[in-house]
């Protein structure tokens, strides 16, 4: 065995030393040859790849623009939060193209691949974001059909005669 600790106190300093700096990763910005980052965002069935450029604030999702791709206010407040909680909204012009799901999860795809593409961007952002919970996927999925079940958990009826 290597040293011992003789005391509470050794043991408490060994523990409580910082991590060094080459224990913590670094986190770099990855732009492609056009000046843009690229990630892809998940959400239930839906996956959006999004692009991610220095603009005015162009949101255009599957050729169209946000508002009129995803109709609801909610949907849009949705897609618009990690910008403004970056404080970037009019910096960053967003192009997505988003299949599968349904318009509820395509809009949650897309908010997760903007977080992320912001933080390929600007990796400095990234505990802002991590800090509203942006970046995690959100893994709730549709649970499936069970034999013998009428749905996921729902029985048939049941009869006694």
Do not use: C
Not at 116 to 138: C, Q
Request: hydrophobic fraction near 35%; charge should be positive.
């Amino acid at each position: 065995m290597a040293e011992e600790t003789k005391t509470l106190e050794d043991l408490g300093a060994i523990s409580s030393a910082p991590p060094s700096a080459a224990e913590q990763p670094v986190h770099v910005q990855k732009i492609d040859s056009l000046g843009r980052a690229y990630a892809t965002g998940k959400r239930k069935n839906a996956i959006a790849r999004v692009w991610l450029k220095p603009g005015s604030g162009k949101i255009v999702v599957n050729d169209k623009d946000f508002s009129e791709y995803f109709a609801r206010p909610v949907l849009q407040m949705l897609l618009k939060q990690p910008i403004n909680a970056a404080a970037r909204s009019d910096q960053y012009d967003v192009m997505a193209t988003v299949v599968g799901g349904g318009l509820s999860g395509q809009a949650g795809a897309v908010r997760h691949g903007i977080s992320k593409a912001l933080t390929y961007y600007e990796p400095e952002l990234r505990s802002v974001l991590k800090k509203g919970g942006f970046l995690t996927r959100d893994s709730r999925v549709v649970e499936r059909k069970k034999y013998g079940r009428a749905k996921a958990r729902r029985s048939f009826q049941f009869s006694k005669r």
